[in-house]
């Protein structure tokens, strides 16, 4: 019998499996690729964490099922984080929520507060989830270009006209910004919360790369703005800050309603995270934040090798100033060949895996993704390589 699946069928193929296939044809044939593609994180897990979840893990109190929403102890160390690092007060009990992971907080997030058919606007490019988690859920999707920089974004939104009883339901943003690395000030955020107030949308914003800021910047809150809370949900996500990417342990907070909506969701769908993983994610974010710098300094010395080994190959890339990416203009000589070929050639021709920007929207073709998830040594021999394949 031929079953159709009409969900699935609206999501198209996932353009990185390609990449990924031939990534490990190639390692198979013997050939040493340099996997820049996915923005999966190589460092270890600070030890006081790890100690932590050992000793957690050795209390057989922990090994019941836990609290969909988080335990308390948890969400109150949330809650002080925010307050030392941003000077926003939130309640513990009805502002923040425990997710496992940013994608899969996202993802129910927007099943929980739309109806099929509702409105969603989305950066283009973007995270693939946060275009897809509202095609999912039966979303029209409203790109929002943001490859030229915050300024254009807002023109576009604050030119976005609806009728009242057609307004969008939610708005998406994601600042340092995966894949584009664009960043914002606190005015931008402003801006975006009255324009939400005025047209009666909510905001998700997702700042995974909060931490990972170079060069003297520091990424605001959205929830810094006054009255933010009114219209704004934030999610976080401790796989970057804290090398802790394989834990899944991510948290959402803001406005109370939002929260309680996820709440509910959630409490259908999962027991949570295992209990000494939240524990130990107390650690991480009460007793870590030194070793917060000491991370970022190792992706910003990986950037500046990396942009300095494609400029030594003739390919000049601006520096980001926050994320663990490079987002790169493709070379005008291999433009006409899309970023999909162009990645695959990469990898066949110099031996360096990337993500082609066609895999974050329509506005991300003519660009590829470097993750700098390689020690300074292997960048420089993929810059080598490319160097080799560029001018060969």
Known sequence: MNYRFPLIEKLPPYVFAVINHLKMEARRSGEDIIDLGMGNPDLATPDPIVEKLIEASRNARNHRYSASRGIPNLRQEISRWYERRYNVNLDPEHETIVTIGAKEGFSHLVLALVEPGDKVIVPDPSYPIHSFAATIAGCELIKLPIDNGPEEMMEELRNLEFPKSEQPKILVLSFPHNPTTVCVEKSFFEEAVALAKERGYLIIHDMAYADLVFDGYKAPSILEVPGAKEVAVEMYSLSKSYSMAGWRVGFCVGNKQVIAALTRLKSYLDYGIFQPIQIASIIALRDC??????????????????????????????????????????PEQFKKMGSLEFAKNLITNAGVAVSPGIGFGHRGEGFVRFALVENEQRISQAMRGIKSFLND
């Open 289 to 330: 934040d030194h070793i917060v710098p000491e991370i970022v300094e190792v992706y910003r010395k990986r950037r500046d090798v990396l942009i300095k080994g494609l400029a030594s190959a003739g390919w000049s890339v601006p520096s980001p100033k926050g994320t663990m990416f490079v987002w790169a203009a493709i």
